[in-house]
């Protein structure tokens, strides 16, 4: 069960965010309805004293808020649970600016996780992902080229669009028995919404986080097919390969939340270019995120070529942003 309060302006603004036993992507909606992270002041985090399974995008979520706060205002619980462990492994305790008393052996992470870590610029990004490639265990060239391209996309995101000093944070994890790598990424910039607002008008968060997913939709223009440096076609790709893979994926941007569910064995490989087509759940209504927030599970056990899914990503693409230039023409049609 997950508890977490959000203390109003006269306690002084303190956000208190309970880490439960579980927390991934099949019921990240409960635990973002638990915490309002809106401009906290003070940061406090309690944690079960049992076990915990935590995913990668509240590790991140957590560092990003922590980032903004001094860490004189941060009080966190001392963590007993024996699972604690991969929360001092994974580096939360640094960037919340407390020492744990946990006596840990540090091996080396490869091939098992990578510790959070803040991305600020390319350079940043392309150290990330040559220290994560060994985390992946693939034996198929294509898994590990849709992983560079999901990490490339996500991050170069951020630093292109959030307006963001504290950059994106970002972590990721490999589990053997399912064969699953889970990544978290999140920053604390001006979010989806605003981002867009500059080439896009659009009536929610929501509407904007599913037009972001749109492909050839981009806030650098309100031309279709974007510009020669931003296609509008990063979170397209990324919806894509999940879908592909049968896999989640998560959106959380302003008051809004876009879930992508696991597309059914049976259901034929159709890329939609309408994120309303796919199979999903929304949520509206929830604690205001200023900034953009994405989680994605991973399945390497996959036999879809890489290449194959590429090649039905263009055609997707192309059909999508002929489409919508045929919209727009009509719409102009209307007025001459």
């Not at 098992?112 to 040559?130: A, D, M, Q």
């Not at 509407?207 to 981009?218: C, F, H, W």
């Amino acid at each position: 069960m997950v508890f977490a309060t959000f203390f109003p302006s006269y306690y002084n603004s303190w956000v208190k965010i309970h880490l439960p036993h579980g927390a991934f992507l099949g019921n990240i909606d409960t635990f973002l309805k638990g915490f309002d992270p809106d401009k906290p002041d003070r940061l406090e985090i309690t944690v079960s004293d049992k076990w915990m399974w935590i995913h990668p995008m509240v590790l991140s979520m957590i560092a990003s808020l922590a980032s903004n706060v001094d860490p004189k205002n941060i009080r966190c619980q001392e963590v007993t649970a024996k699972s604690g462990h991969y929360l001092k492994r994974m580096g939360l305790f640094d960037f919340l600016g407390k020492e744990s008393k946990m006596d840990i052996s540090e091996h080396d992470p490869s091939g098992r996780f990578v510790p959070l870590t803040r991305i600020r610029n390319s350079e940043e990004l392309s150290r990330f992902i040559t220290e994560m490639i060994p985390l992946l265990h693939l034996e198929r060239k294509w898994q590990a080229e849709s992983i560079r391209h999901i990490m490339s996309e996500l991050v170069r995101n951020v630093i292109e669009h959030a307006e963001t000093l504290n950059g994106a944070l970002v972590c990721a994890q490999y589990f053997k028995k399912s064969n699953t790598i889970r990544i978290g990424i999140a920053d604390t910039g001006i979010g989806i919404r605003k981002s867009l607002s500059r080439a896009h008008s659009t009536s929610s968060d929501l509407d904007a986080i599913k037009l972001a997913m749109v492909p050839g939709v981009t806030g650098a223009t309100r031309r279709e097919g974007g510009t020669a440096l931003n296609a509008g076609a990063g979170l397209f790709l990324i919806k894509s390969i999940a879908f592909t893979n049968r896999d989640f994926f998560v959106i959380y941007s302003g008051g809004a939340m876009y879930k992508l569910l696991k597309r059914k064995e049976v259901e034929e490989l159709i890329l939609n270019a309408n994120p309303d087509f796919d199979r999903h759940t929304v949520k509206e209504g929830l604690p205001v995120w200023r900034g953009t927030v994405i989680g994605i599970d991973i399945s390497l056990d996959s036999t879809t070529e890489f290449t194959s899914m590429l090649d039905l990503i263009r055609i997707t693409y192309s059909k999508a942003v002929r489409e919508r230039k045929k919209e727009r023409y009509k719409k102009q049609a209307k007025f001459i």
